[in-house]
């Protein structure tokens, strides 16, 4: 069975500080996809990035980083000097491979407060 | 761009009223998906859709159902709304480019009271 757990609820931070967002998986499956998306108070979910469970690298867009660590099942979301517009709630899902289906975490609200 | 359309942002209907909700896309993309969202459950999938007329239950699939006559209108039906059926629903569409990798692109949502 496949299981995504996103153990913080609620987060909420001062604008300008950096905030990690927890993401634990599980999966037997050895070929994986992993997904974060952000939902702001509009409602429609953003999709930010993808990565395959063959390729451990972390990555960086501006402000944002992923640390991908097959290890420990973890995929964690890093904002560095958050900013109102951070505010959203993120989701972090799982999909294996040849599967129709993303499965979802429970989400994080963050609230960035400036 | 990709763009998924929801027909309805927010619904108040009664018990026992069936209630549609429609999902388009305006691309030629062959998978469609409805999801249902809840506090502290996260996204659930009710149903998806890998062509028309083609459907396969998700997860959570009592007391709805769903029809896809055409390929960009997926609709998914409650026969007979309960209180318990009171969420946010989130229609999505997976691009044939991305048929692999399966990252989804989602509309806005509808927000469906059931009184």
């Known amino acids: 069975a496949q299981k995504v757990t996103q153990a913080q609820t609620e987060i909420s931070v001062v604008e300008k500080e950096d905030v990690t967002l927890d993401c634990v998986y599980e999966?037997?499956?050895?070929?994986?996809?992993l997904f974060w998306y952000k939902q702001p108070p509009s409602g429609e979910l953003v999709f930010l990035i993808r990565?395959?469970?063959?390729?451990?690298q972390n990555e960086i867009s501006g402000r944002y980083s992923w640390n991908f660590q097959k290890s420990t099942s973890s995929f964690n979301f890093t904002i560095t000097a958050s900013q109102v517009v951070d505010s959203a709630v993120y989701f972090c899902?799982?999909?294996?491979?040849?599967?129709?289906?993303?499965?979802f975490g429970q989400g994080t609200r963050l609230t960035i407060n400036p | 761009d990709v763009k998924v359309t929801q027909s309805s942002r927010y619904l108040v209907k009664r018990t026992g009223e069936k209630v549609f909700l429609e999902c388009v896309q305006d691309?030629?993309?062959?998978?469609m998906f409805w999801y249902r969202q809840d506090p502290g459950l996260g996204l659930r999938l009710i149903y998806f859709?890998?062509?028309?007329?083609?459907?396969e239950k998700g997860d959570i699939p009592e007391g709805y159902s769903v029809s896809r006559e055409k390929k960009e209108r997926f609709s998914l039906i409650l026969e007979s709304a309960s209180t318990n059926q009171t969420s946010m629903y989130l229609c999505?569409?997976?691009?044939?480019?991305?048929?692999?990798?399966?990252?989804?692109?989602f509309g806005e949502g509808s927000r469906l009271t059931v009184l």
């Open positions: 899902a799982l999909r294996s491979k040849g599967a129709q289906k993303l499965v």
């Open positions: 999505a569409i997976r691009g044939t480019e991305n048929r692999h990798t399966g990252e989804l692109f």
């Open positions: 999966t037997r499956d050895t070929t994986y996809y």
């Open positions: 990565r395959n469970s063959f390729d451990e």
């Open positions: 859709s890998y062509d028309v007329k083609m459907k």
């Open positions: 691309m030629d993309h062959e998978n």
